[in-house]
């Protein structure tokens, strides 16, 4: 009688553990309950690794349990992490979807089980299954590339090479968007001549495009966020084009990884005398070719206030709370309550004071600086 007690009393001081244990615990693995599950879209890109780590430093000392799953550029495997979290009992979801429409039938599968879904950088669409954005200004980091080629342009008739992210990200088109209007008038008044799109020349003219003619744009000029798709297309269009697109030339590229793949397309053609690129994410490998004028800007979006939103966002909805946001966006099906970031141009000139001064790098990841 006496050691089946002892058992019984053992067994519960170890159940109590693994109780207080779970409670504690900011990241978990295995089948513990999670209350928060977040899904990123893809680790083959530094960005989302990025903010993996920028979710591991702002959920140190959380009570909350979190699990952080990759989707590895498929929108099934997404769908199946989606399912895993579901089953192991998380209240909030943060997703940054591979494809905004195909991760409607996940975040839908989630909804049903009631699921608060939180849309984390890239906008879910066509469903009414989101509860939340938070993102950074997208038309803005589009507004930001355009606005440094045409504040280092150089006279008139300079050739413009336009690329753009994947069709399948809802930010693609904001940030071209963003992008053409500020281009636009400088294309109409003979600043630039564009090289390397019909679509884009048919055009010209056109100050605000409607989504399908964005569409007919990016379908020619898509990276689709890959970086050998983007040196390749490069390499395809300065092939393509005649003497007068070369010498001093303009780049829109849509981020930094396409942009490095793309920049040292051009910097290897003979006949491009000089070229501006611009870039998105302030990813440290950009960083170095920004100081090594190979990379002329990136557009720096502070991964650490996304972070921060999404999971005080989370934390509000687990403490039964309503979040706060700052406008909508709509997604193709309902306006999604939104909270946004501002960004910031980063260029050689204010690189310490933007990414160093500020903590976001140690200037010892950088030679040159
Ligand atoms: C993000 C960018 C990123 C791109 C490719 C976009 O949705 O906003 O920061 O570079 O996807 O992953």
Redesign the pocket.
Known sequence: MKKKLKIVSLMLVVMMFSIIFAGCNSSTSGSSKVSVGIVL?TKD?P??VQDEQRFKDALKGTKYTTEILFSQGSSAKEKENVETLINKGIKVLIICPQDGDAAASAVEAAKKEGITVISY??LITNTDAVDYYVT?D?LAVGAAQAQYLVDNAKGTGEPLYLYA?AAS?N??FLFFQGAWKVLQPKIADGTFKIANSSEAVALKDTADLSRDQLSKIIGQVTTN?DANEAKNKAQTHLTAVAADMKGDVAVLA????TARSIADVFASDSAIKSFVVTG??AEKASIQYIIDSKQSMTVF?DVRTLVKDAMGMAVTILDGKKPETTGSYNNGKIDVKAKQTDVITVNKENVQKELIDSDYYKASDFTGL
């Open positions: 879209p890109e960005r989302w950088d890239r950074f997208s992210g990200d930010n693609a966020w849509p981020n930094d990884g998105q994410d979006k």
